[in-house]
């Protein structure tokens, strides 16, 4: 591929990216940066074969420089900060407002149709899924999306956060509690 | 989770085995069993007993198909 015609398709990758990097960086201007990276990393390597989409392509360079963000921002206390307390966000006793007292859900979860993969092609379905990522506490999101999106193994995740794999299981069981209900109450009950 | 007691023999039978099972781990254990089978494998234990229960709760069954979905959505994310 030219290089005239990879910029071109480069530019409308751009909002996705900065989409993936904000929720996990929770900071406008070093995500800025970072999709910054990536997309010059993309323009000047010749890593792109066309074996995978130009979308998975980028979200590899993405993942290497969240992960040099991370590692840069831990070395700044100040600035790490501004990330809020992980310890916060792991207390599993949240979770009991959404059982009864022997372990039932209470309220049980809905019935999502028969099949709920057409959501997936509604450009408003994934808005709410955005909006509900986005209501995710910082570290629970940033979690979430290293996981699911980026595709990091659960001891990379445990080794760049200083967490413990207990600790991981919880943020994510958090993460997809949360972001269930929230996509039940905005989406699926709406749209029966 | 109010349930109807019916007093014929048959149903009764099958309430209460399926109130068993169901019981051998609750809910909640069930749903962070689901979630924690994401990040990998589960031991042999922990793999009967989601079984046993997911056999008979239907809530949890449902829930097992949304983690599901979620994992494809997020999926189709990146593509």
């Known amino acids: 591929m030219a290089a005239a015609d990879i910029s071109r398709d480069l530019e409308p990758q751009r909002s996705y990216l900065l989409r993936v990097a904000r929720l996990q960086l929770r900071d406008e201007a070093l995500a800025e940066d970072v999709v910054q990276e990536t997309l010059l990393a993309a323009l000047s390597g010749t890593g792109f074969s066309g074996k995978s989409s130009l979308r998975t392509w980028l979200t590899g360079i993405l993942k290497h420089k969240i992960v040099d963000a991370i590692r840069k921002k831990q070395r700044e206390p100040t600035v790490a900060s501004s990330f809020g307390d992980i310890d916060a966000e792991i207390d599993i006793e949240d979770f009991d407002a959404l059982f009864n007292e022997r372990g039932g859900w209470e309220p049980k979860p809905g019935e999502w149709g028969n099949s709920p993969e057409d959501a997936l092609n509604q450009r408003q379905f994934l808005d709410v899924m955005d909006l509900c990522l986005e209501k995710l506490p910082p570290n629970t999101a940033r979690v979430f999306m290293m996981r699911e999106v980026m595709e990091l193994e659960t001891d990379e995740i445990c080794k760049e956060l200083t967490i413990n794999a207990n600790n991981l299981w919880v943020i994510l069981y958090r993460a997809r509690m949360a972001l269930r209900l929230c996509l039940e109450q905005n989406w699926f009950a709406r749209n029966d | ?79």
């Open chain 2, 1 to 79: 989770m109010t349930e109807t007691r019916d007093p014929a023999p048959p149903a009764r039978r099958r309430m209460t085995w399926k109130r068993v099972l169901g019981h051998i781990i609750s809910c909640k254990d069930a749903s962070r069993l689901v979630s924690r089978r994401e990040e990998g494998p589960l031991s042999a234990w922990q793999r009967l007993a989601l079984r046993l229960h997911l056999s008979v709760c239907e809530a949890c069954s449902r829930f097992e198909r949304q983690i599901a979905f979620l994992r494809t959505a997020m999926q189709r994310y990146r593509q």
